[in-house]
């Protein structure tokens, strides 16, 4: 009998194994051919080679192309491009940031890995339906960002060509020249934008998979569970966050360095003492900053999220150990009644309301109002939740950057920095004291 277990037992785990091996019809079907019609799949050699020729075109040969070639000196005061240099080095900066950290996750992970697919086999099915569906909202969520941006920009594109402000018949003809350069721009626009939010979907989505992990993880507060089961997932929750802080950090930070230069250099020139700024002028400008901007919100609001959820498990590990300890004191009171095993607290807020009233989508998931259901609670010693809770008030998850967790906490000492350094700019340039 324990042979037949035993076989058993090792053919789950090789079904479960096999699920996480890479084939052509999985999971990641459609992303893999999203990445390939965009030209960022470095899965064989010549897809390589066509990606870094797409990127080298598209990513600075164009942008240069346009600033130095393209430029319109002689143009009226509509047609003008005084901050075009600025809108071409921010994206085009974060843009190669972005690419090369892209080709170096799918170069040295692989997608499924670097996905964490490879390790949904040991997940729920809560957790793996969860994450897949996901999966399929990322690039719905990516056009959702890059398309309001491309039409803002094919406006402006078609109306500053249209209106004959290039006069360079670099083809023989003025109206294919301008056609061939306009598709060109919009095309390089395109090309950065979606490697820009590329990189911050998938972390948004990275992210999101610890999310379901920590809402599936909070459960086990809720049923009678082992110490060491419960530290054992905590382990595992604290390697898997470390392993996204580690790939992305560099990302991280270059980004905010990147992002926060090009927003005080676009604030310098349109503050000068003779800038015209219309949106004629730095409409394009403004688009760029949003693009930038929209970017790093998504990471720094996701990375916020994760350290959020990962650190309410502090709380509600607080309100399981009172609940239980509540439980077995009055269980073992002479006056007052035993509890029977699978006893449940009353559901009240903090004010005593009913759950009817509760604050709804207003609280968190993890860390709410709610008291803990009580189940069995004599199984395990109060020494040891006190332990487990010690655990957890020493040692909190989430993302970090060099050892710098992303909480509010750090949002707002960013925040105050850079507004800081705003007040000191606008005091230089247009005499704000």
């Known amino acids: 009998m324990e042979e037949n277990n035993n076989r058993e037992s090792l053919i789950n785990r090789n079904n479960k194994l096999s699920r996480s091996q890479s084939h052509a019809y999985d999971e990641l079907k459609s992303f893999r051919s999203y990445l390939r019609w965009m030209c960022v799949d470095q899965s064989s050699m010549a897809t390589a ?23 319109c000196s002689s143009c009226d005061s ?30 040295k992970y692989g997608l499924r890995r670097f996905l964490f697919f490879d390790k949904l086999w040991d997940e729920s099915e809560t957790v793996r339906r969860g994450y897949t569906n996901q999966l399929n909202r990322s690039l719905k969520l990516l056009l959702i960002f890059v398309i309001p941006c491309f039409v803002a920009e094919c406006a402006y594109k078609i109306w500053w060509y249209a209106s004959g402000a290039s006069q360079i018949p670099f083809l023989g003809n003025v109206v294919l020249s301008d056609t061939v350069a306009c598709i060109m721009e919009l095309c390089s626009w395109l090309y950065r934008t979606i490697v820009i939010f590329l990189v911050c979907v998938l972390f948004h989505l990275i992210c999101h998979l610890q999310i379901l992990r920590l809402q599936d993880f909070a459960r086990v507060f809720q049923v009678d569970s082992d110490v060491g089961s419960v530290l054992s997932e905590h382990f595992r929750i604290r390697r898997h966050l470390r392993i996204i802080s580690h790939r992305y950090r560099r990302f991280v930070l270059c980004s905010l360095i990147l ?11 349109t503050t000068k003492a003779h800038a015209v700024v219309d949106i004629y002028r730095a409409g ?7 693009t930038l901007v929209t970017g790093l919100l998504i990471i ?17 590990a607080a309100k399981w150990h009172i609940c239980a300890t509540l439980d077995t004191f ?23 309301e009913s759950d009817g009233d509760g604050a709804g989508d207003e609280e968190d998931e993890l860390d709410n109002s709610k008291l803990i259901p009580a189940y069995a609670y004599s199984t395990i010693s109060f020494q040891k939740r006190q332990a487990l809770v010690t655990y957890f008030e020493n040692n909190r998850a989430g993302i970090t950057v060099y ?25 230089k340039t247009i005499g704000i004291s």
Not at 259 to 269: H, V
Not at 300 to 316: F, G, N, W, Y
Not at 330 to 352: A, I, K, L, M, Y
Not at 413 to 427: D, H, K, P, R, Y
């Open 330 to 352: 009055d269980s073992t009171e002479g006056e007052t009644p035993r509890h029977d095993s699978g006893q449940v607290f009353p559901v009240v807020g903090t004010d005593g």
């Open 403 to 427: 050892g710098f967790t992303l909480d509010r906490s750090t949002l707002h000492s960013i925040f105050g920095f850079e507004l800081a350094l705003v007040l000191w700019l606008l005091g």
């Open 78 to 107: 509509r047609h003008g491009r005084p901050y075009d240099s600025v809108v071409q080095l921010s994206l085009s900066s974060v843009a190669t940031l972005s690419f090369v950290c892209l080709s170096r996750f799918v170069r």
């Open 49 to 71: 080679c066509l990606s870094w020729t797409m990127f080298v075109l598209f990513g600075l040969v164009v942008p240069a192309t346009s600033h130095f070639v393209l430029a």
């Open 300 to 316: 720094l609001r996701t990375a916020t999220k994760i350290t959020h959820k990962a650190q309410a498990v502090t709380s509600l």
């Open 259 to 269: 992002i926060t230069g090009s927003q005080f250099a676009s604030l310098l020139i």
């Open 284 to 290: 394009e400008l403004a688009l760029c900053s949003i």
